[in-house]
């Protein structure tokens, strides 16, 4: 085996272990927080197995928008709202696990019955287009991926106007379920000083 | 310039002579950029602490560091040493996984981005196709390691430098990316190598910075507020947070951070310097000098010669854009965080767009210009 097989192989391992570890982390971890830092760890260790494939620019974009983007927004998310809030105890906790546990096998399973059923057409090595990727990905982007991109970006539109709808509180500042005005400070101001609340 | 000197051919040949397989030879290879690079990353850092502190005390009419060494030059050095040997303490409250990884997190990927950072025609680590857009992938991971160290340190300052650099970093990577698209966009390539060699036609007139000097400016703004340098340091603001999100750090964790951000101020400088100032390009074209003086271009000499010229001037570029971020930082305050937050999303974004459809306007109009 020559030395960059061995790497590859090396690198494949180490990657996929990491992406099933820490997905079932980010599963069965109790902690949110450790759970969304666990994410992060996935979506970059796939990010390695699409430079393993040779994908460079796809790898470079998951780690964009996937860890830049999607995942820092979750843990600022989470870290903003981080009430200390006593949740109430679900029901039936068991039964529910159970039932969900039984779901992702069903799925695990029906994913390993496609695999294994269909023949998989893989490229050789020297029909690889490599660095040509990012050039073929645009030209696909602009000819007959025309309509799912420009579709794409009208959902992009949408969710930046909920979005927005959503920040301009001072448009309707009142709660319509409660009637009473709708709290807009930032997070970085108290309404009164400390000192004063305590006297 | 086109092949320029090839020193992992010649490396790789000369061990080949002494008798090795090809492959032993390219593994032999493979450390000696990254340790290279990654030591004078280090050294550019003791410069810039250096130039800090020596353009600080000139800003305020103190003198500076002066005993240790000619001029204080082994300042750094003593600063390194002594965060080499404190204690490392980790707060009993804090969560000591996250609070360690913290740090590495913010450090990796910016030592990571020096792999495009060309010095000359093959002087770099690896010219991958994707270049400029790794960098840019690269730096999105860091705000994870800065809310990560801030949630870890279970203490309020820290965690609202977290958030806000968090904030910080995805304001500003948005027109950041736009500009360097815009320059994409002119070279068609992402590749660094390409972008110097499409700046290289008439030295000094063909650089970047003439035909984008909307995006120069922007892409200067964006760099310093990624790199949290004043004037926008909000995430640190000693005055409102103590320190931000470093304030539980100690010891070596805390010279990560510190280390960090200035090897992340360098490396910024250099992409400008590239990006907009012709990287190694000398102001007036090397061929044309030699044709001037009759000298053949692709003599051996000439050629180390003209590979020094280029990395002195890369690493002269990029020290003048350091000296004017230090400058910038002791002579103007701070902004608020609103103002930082407008600034970014109601003028550099709106700015930004309008500069890409420029230059794709003018791409079409004069391709001659603007890169067919």
Redesign the interface.
Known sequence: M??AVTTQLICFSVLSLVVIIGALGVVLLESI?YSA?LL?GVF?SIAGLYLLLNA??VA??Q??VY???V???I??AI??V?KKEDLKPIDNLKSRKIISTAICLTLVSLLIRVDLSKVWVIASPSSSI??ES?FRIGEHLFSDYLLPFEVASVLLLMAMIGAIVLARKDVMNKDIATGLPVDQE???KTKEPFLIKKN | MENGLDLEYIFNEFLKGLGLSSEIAHIIWLPLPMLLVLVSAVVGVLVTVWLERKISAAAQQRIGPEYAGALGVLQPIADGLKLLVKEDIIPAKADSILFTAGPILVLIPVILSWLIIPFGQNLLISNVGIGIFLWIALSSIQPIGLLMSGYASNNKYSLLGGLRAAAQSISYEIPLALSVLAIVLMTNSLSTIDIVNQQSGAGILSWNIWRQPIGFIIFWICALAECERLPFDLPEAEEELVAGYQTEYAGMKFALFYLGSYINLILSALLVSILYLGGWGFPIPIEIIAEFLNIPINAPLIQVFTASIGIIMTVLKAYILVFIAILLRWTTPRVRIDQLLDLGWKFLLPISLANLLLTAGLKLAFPKFFGG
Do not use: K
Request: proline share 0%; aromatic share 10%.
């Open positions: 020559s030395i927080v830092f992060c970059l460079s620019f470079a974009a780690v964009l860890v830049g983007a995942n820092v927004l843990i600022f870290m903003l981080n490599g660095e990012t930032l997070i970085e």
